[in-house]
T-cell receptor
Framework: DAGVIQSPRHEVTEMGQEVTLRCKPI?????LFWYRQTMMRGLELLIY????????DSGMPEDRFSAKMPNASFSTLKIQPSEPRDSAVYFC?????????????FGPGTRLTVL | AQSVTQLDSHVSVSEGTPVLLRCNYS??????LFWYVQHPNKGLQLLLK??????LVKGINGFEAEFKKSETSFHLTKPSAHMSDAAEYFCVVSETGRRALTFGSGTRLQVQP
């Protein structure tokens, strides 16, 4: 199993530009989570999906952030327009419907730098 | 509401000595508890989990944790530290029936030669 795949691994962009982060969950997993990690706030849940449907987006910081899951094998997190305070590591995680349901498997993260 | 408090932001030990990383939790319901490890510039890896079976949980790389309901604690231990254990460790709680994880603020473990 390839695990959770995220792309790009690193992204450097200028303030005001649109940024799209991508995630491929583990095959067969029915939950997908987006987290953000910063020095100031630690790891925060942004949004999660169940069977491609957004369930809780209360952690999304503001309207500049949006997330989609068009199918079971792909999700995007978009920031438009980006700001320097969005600089962080963004993690995607997925969860299996069987076995140990509470366990989430994390991708390697995307390190975003907004100049 | 659920929350996690990691009592030490930074722990330094010598190689070959025991490791203790402390975690207290607060949860309204029966929680599931986890420890994740993050090596520098890497993703998060599951070390171990407690889900209401045995209170002493063994994980990977020689780590273990004991769930103590009376103390609302889930401390992580290892008998003998190795240089490769240097990383950031997160205590995590998930309430039964909820899907989201709540992360502690992390403990950075340094291992001195």
């Amino acid at each position: 199993d390839a695990g959770v795949i995220q792309s790009p691994r690193h992204e450097v962009t200028e303030m005001g530009q649109e940024v799209t982060l991508r995630c491929k969950p583990i095959s067969g997993h029915d939950y997908l989570f987006w987290y953000r990690q910063t020095m100031m706030r630690g790891l925060e849940l942004l949004i999660y999906f169940n069977n491609n449907v957004p369930i809780d987006d209360s952690g999304m910081p503001e309207d500049r952030f949006s997330a989609k899951m068009p199918n079971a094998s792909f999700s995007t997190l978009k920031i438009q327009p980006s700001e320097p305070r969005d600089s962080a590591v963004y993690f995607c995680a997925s969860r299996s419907p069987i076995g140990s349901p509470d366990t989430q498997y994390f991708g390697p993260g995307t390190r975003l730098t907004v100049l | 509401a659920q929350s996690v408090t990691q009592l030490d932001s930074h722990v330094s030990v010598s190689e070959g000595t025991p490791v203790l990383l402390r975690c207290n939790y607060s949860s309204s319901y029966s929680p599931s508890l986890f420890w994740y490890v993050q090596h520098p510039n890497k993703g998060l890896q599951l070390l171990l989990k407690y889900t209401s079976a045995a209170t002493l949980v063994k994980g990977i790389n020689g780590f273990e944790a004991e769930f103590k309901k009376s103390e609302t604690s889930f401390h992580l231990t290892k008998p003998s530290a190795h240089m490769s254990d240097a990383a950031e460790y997160f205590c995590v709680v998930s309430e039964t029936g909820r899907r989201a994880l709540t992360f502690g603020s992390g403990t950075r473990l340094q291992v001195q030669p």
